[in-house]
Structure formats: structure tokens, C-alpha cells
């Protein structure tokens, strides 16, 4: 269940009350699913069990609040920040720096690369969903626990931060990890990252798309060391001339 319907778009708060009311009804035998505005880890534990936000035994199902409901969903929180799951599965923060970011970013156009094939036609192919990507991955913003407390009080709850760029955007400056604490070069960066134009975001995939193709087949071979946690992308990739060019 949604708590939001198709019509009401983004406008308002997806209403997990009364997502927990259906899945806490003794009639409704099947599983509920909950799905709506989580952004952070933290979120979601939230919603899964406000009471006990510890990940559950194997093999047991979780609740959703003080219900029976069978889960959380995660829909754009993921496209945005697609660690978000790392984080939940470990229970703490992972703020990638700017440049892990960005390796990420080029994981998935290997990704795509390889599957559609680097070529004219498997890049017309992979750019119905590359730029598409970019349209959520410049909404990223750090969401460290600590903004928990931040929001505490305010006009927006904790469980809406996908909902309150603007509240968001204050609260990271007052904790001194926002944009304007940055240095100037770091500073540059992540405004291009954000930036919501699509000719800028296609712009950043027209060059992962170049850089995959480029080293599709020299990297391919150790696409399992990197999946094995033995290397990672930065030391896979000559990220020196990538950063230069980016």
C-alpha cells in the first residue's frame, strides 16, 4: 500500500497511519507492504518498529510500526541513493564522499554498457535510463542520523525529509555538512552533481557513458574483485584523468 494516491502526487505526506490501520486489521489476512517518503536508514527502521528499530531474526517478518504489516518499500529514496540498503542492513550512516559518488555513478553505466553493449546502438539503447537516473541522483543530500534530532519539533517529522528539500537543505548547513561548508573546489563539484537541468545531467552521462565504454574491457575482468569487496572502482579505474575530465 502506498499512503499517497496517484492524484495527489508529491503534494502532501504519504499517510503511513493509515497504511498501519489496514495492516493492523485482524480481517486482512495477507501481507501489507508500506510504501512512501523514506529517504534515510533511520526512516525506515522508524517505520518498520518505532518501538524497536533493530533489524529483525532471520527468517522473521517485520513490523510496520506497531502492526503486523509483513515490510517497507523504498521507491524513490533508492533511485536517489541507491546505499540506502547498505545502511539499513549495517544500521549506520554511509555518506559517500563526492568522488565515491560518482564511482557509483560509473558502476552503473558499466553496468549498462555491458549489457547494451558499447556501441552506437547499445548507447541509444541505455540512454532511455541513464539521464533518467541522473534526474533522481542529483537530489542527493547527506541524511545522517543526527538530523533526527535536527527535525525534532520542526514543522516537517522526521519520516518526511524527501518531502522538505528546503527544511533539509537548512538543517545540513546548521550541522555544518551543507553545501555552504564546503570548500570551494568540493563546492564546484557537488553543484554540478545537483544541478536539475537535464542538459547538465545528460551532459554527466554523456561522459560515464564515454568513460564505461572506454574501459569496458579492461575493467570487465575484475568486475568480480570489486563485486568480492577485494578491490573497489577508484582502484580499479585511473580515477586521476576521470576527475579531470569530470
Request: hydrophobic fraction near 40%; aromatic fraction near 12%.
Amino acid at each position: 500500500i502506498h499512503g499517497r494516491t496517484a492524484e495527489q502526487r508529491y503534494l502532501r505526506n504519504a499517510d503511513w497511519d493509515l497504511i498501519r490501520s489496514v495492516a493492523s486489521d485482524p480481517d486482512v489476512e495477507i501481507p501489507i507492504l508500506g510504501n512512501g517518503d523514506a529517504l534515510a536508514w533511520w526512516e525506515l527502521r522508524e517505520l518498520i518498529h518505532p518501538s524497536n528499530p533493530a533489524p529483525p531474526a532471520a527468517g522473521k517478518a517485520w513490523a510496520v510500526g506497531s502492526s503486523t504489516g509483513a515490510g517497507v518499500l523504498v521507491g524513490r529514496g533508492a533511485l536517489i541513493k541507491p546505499w540506502i540498503f547498505l545502511e539499513a542492513a549495517k544500521d549506520e550512516d554511509w555518506e559517500p564522499t563526492q568522488w565515491e559518488r560518482v564511482a557509483i555513478y560509473l558502476q552503473l553505466a558499466l553496468n549498462m554498457a555491458s549489457y547494451f553493449k558499447p556501441d552506437d546502438r547499445g548507447r541509444s539503447g541505455a540512454f532511455y535510463f541513464l539521464p533518467w537516473h541522473f534526474d533522481f541522483f542529483c537530489r542527493h543530500r547527506p541524511t545522517p542520523a543526527a538530523l533526527k534530532r535536527s527535525f525534532a519539533g520542526a514543522s516537517s517529522a522526521p519520516r518526511k525529509l524527501i518531502q522538505s528539500s528546503r527544511d533539509l537543505d537548512k538543517a545540513l548547513d546548521e550541522l555544518g555538512i551543507g553545501l555552504s561548508s564546503m570548500a570551494q573546489d568540493e563546492r564546484y563539484v557537488e553543484v554540478a552533481l545537483r544541478h536539475t537541468e537535464e542538459s547538465t545531467y545528460r551532459a554527466i552521462a554523456d561522459i560515464l557513458w564515454d568513460e564505461a565504454t572506454k574501459y569496458l574491457y579492461q575493467v570487465e575482468p575484475q568486475l568480480a574483485l570489486v563485486a568480492s569487496g577485494e578491490r573497489t572502482f577508484p582502484e580499479v579505474l585511473d580515477m586521476h584523468k576521470y576527475r579531470a575530465r569530470f
